[in-house]
């Protein structure tokens, strides 16, 4: 804990040209500025050299290649640091579908101190190799850019030990097995692009088989799809189970991670769990209802 009065204490006297707060305190209100207001780190970077520096570990702590543009600075930036700087400071990762398939590879052997990671490369080779070595707690991932098209995961490899969320972005889950061995996973989400009876059967073998699973969301295209989704899981007894709308995924993934933070971002996880918890209260009310008639 900083003793801000022995702190005082050593301020510059009136006129001096030094910092007004002791560098302890000035440092622990800016970083505490920059937990609060995501995205204020830049702009607190350029107070002086010495913010920049304490700033560093906000601005690359989440890195989101949004562009192509944004991408090649960060390759730019990769060239001007040493390989240890990324690995202690980038912690959360997305790499949408648009970016180049080398410009991908390129970031992730750098990137390799990873806990949050969104890969969603449609085009180029596999790219596990590069992230095996990785624990990654929050997963998003196109399945066919990370592992091959046709090529089911392991989900048994230690790459998945760690995942609590995961969020597969193609439809391709349907064909595989082995969701249940992810021994931490809590939430999933899965894209519902069609509802026959093979895929809702698959759905029903994984609600069953993931004993850790609270939510599962099934992404449908559309509003209007929802209806029909909803249909066609209804006999899927499990209140874990959540059909909504499509949504951005890059705008979902920055929304989770800024509720990590604290803030006041609301997620579709969150939103999800919100679903889950109170059909929950609705069983216990009409339970309890029961016990009194």
């Known amino acids: 804990m900083l003793n801000i009065s022995a702190s005082l204490k050593r301020c510059p006297t009136p006129g ?41 570990t906000f601005i690359y702590e989440t890195v989101t290649l949004s562009t192509i543009a944004i991408c090649e600075r960060f390759l730019y930036t990769m060239k001007q640091r040493p390989l240890s700087f990324f690995v202690a ?12 398939p080398s410009d991908a590879e390129k970031v992730l052997v750098v990137c390799q101190g990873v806990v949050n990671l969104a890969c969603w490369p449609m085009n180029g080779p596999p790219l596990f190799h590069l992230v095996s070595d990785l624990r990654p707690k929050r997963l998003s991932i196109n399945t066919s850019g990370m592992f091959g098209v046709n090529v089911p995961p392991d989900f048994r490899h230690p790459f998945f030990q760690n995942v609590t969320h995961l969020e597969i972005v193609d439809w391709l889950w349907c064909s595989w097995s082995g969701l249940e061995f992810i021994p931490c996973l809590t ?14 059967d698959r759905l ?15 992404f449908v295209p559309s509003d209007r799809a929802m209806i029909q989704a909803q249909k066609a899981v209804s006999n899927i007894d499990d209140k874990r189970l959540v059909v909504l709308s499509d949504s951005d995924p890059l705008e979902n993934w920055e929304a989770s ?37």
């Open 16 to 56: 001096s040209r030094e910092p007004i707060f002791p560098p302890e305190l000035e440092r622990e209100i800016m970083e505490e500025t920059a937990r609060s207001y995501p995205g204020s780190a830049v702009s607190l970077a350029l107070v002086s050299r010495r913010a920049r520096m304490w700033m560093e």
């Open 89 to 100: 400071h980038v912690k959360s990762l997305c790499i949408p579908g648009d970016i180049p």
């Open 187 to 200: 939430h999933l989400a899965l894209d519902l692009d069609n509802y026959h009876d093979g895929v809702v």
């Open 204 to 218: 029903r073998q994984i609600m069953s088989s993931c004993r850790t699973l609270a939510v599962c969301i099934c």
């Open 257 to 293: 991670l800024k509720g990590d933070r604290g803030g006041s971002y609301a997620s579709l996880w969150e939103f999800a769990t919100a679903i889950v918890e109170d059909r929950s209260n609705d069983t216990m009310d009409d339970l309890e209802a029961e016990s009194h008639d």
